[in-house]
């Protein structure tokens, strides 16, 4: 009798049984995704760091870089920016980028250095790092352009409101 009740739960418990198929919630974007970004003549892959945290922890750790890898800084204010290398186990260029996109200023940065290296002007809205020596090999100088439209693409892909970063 005991084993009919047992039985009869169960298999009511199987009946029951939805056959609506849940799919699971689309895998979130997060900051080590690279995306497809045009600086200059060049087509590079840039992880998005939007957040605090992320900028705050941006290439630290990262022991190699792809030839065209790296990372864009976003900020929602022209200011003067300031990195330093702190935990960060290679020698980094930094291109310090107009609201447009334009580079104003690109500078070399060296590994594990704890000196802030900063931008000489207060019209950056966001800043790129790629491996030592990536802007001069691709001639990526002052006044190339980044395309502001694929970070736009990069930002919404991440669940970021991009005009609040590229106007």
Known sequence: MIRSFFFSVALALVACDSQTKVSAPAAELGVETRFPVRMGQVLGQLRIAATDLEKARGLMGVTKLNDAEGMAFMYDAETRMSFWMKDTPLDLD???VSRDGTVLEVRTMTAGDTETTASTTDQVRFAVEMR??????FGVKPGEKINVDDLRTALKARGFDATRFIP
């Open 94 to 96: 930094i291109a310090f």
């Open 132 to 137: 030592a020596g990536w802007f001069r090999d």
